[in-house]
């Protein structure tokens, strides 16, 4: 199996997206977590294996999402944020007109373009990693990362989500989205607001 994802992704990116899988899965979804990532979405996260970023404070911001659900559907979104502080911020960013001027960005700056695309591709080797752990079927979103990628921006949250997991300096958007919302959002300044009923 190791063999045809390094074949398909190459073998540097197959060991960042194990590596990447690795980490996340050493915090596995917990109870807590669970409640915390419900009162945050205003339901069941379906599908959550993992935690992938925390707030300082220790509440999940972006979590891991298996690529097949319990019921047989397909979940292209591995990353995904869950934070109320960050998808508020991040909407703001959609409403302002921001993806249409990352857009333009992807179109002018090969550099841009270039580091997008291999964006994508640790997207892609990362959910293989973990459908391969887990089980999952991965075949109805062979090929589908996430936000759009790899040709245009679709969904800054989803973006967003893959740079709070995988880190900053993968994702150039995520980055871009990351540095113009800290004013109103950052994983290194608390301002969630989520609670958990005793």
Known sequence: MRGVVNACYGSAVSERAA????RCMADPAK???ISLVTRQLGRFPRGMVAVGARCICGK???VVTR????????FPTTCYLTSPEAVKAVSHLEANGVMREY???????DT?????????KLYLAFRHELAARLGDSEEHIAGTSAGGMP???KCLHALLAQTLVMGSGINPIGDLALRRIQGEF???VCRCTTQIES
């Open 186 to 188: 950052s994983p290194g």
């Open 67 to 74: 690529p097949q659900l319990d019921d047989g559907t397909p």
């Open 112 to 120: 841009v373009c270039e580091a997008y695309m291999a964006a994508h």
């Open 60 to 62: 999940p911001l972006a």
């Open 19 to 22: 590596v990447l899988v690795d």
């Open 103 to 109: 857009n333009e960005l992807l179109a002018a700056d």
């Open 151 to 153: 040709t245009r921006v």
């Open 31 to 33: 109870e807590h977590d």
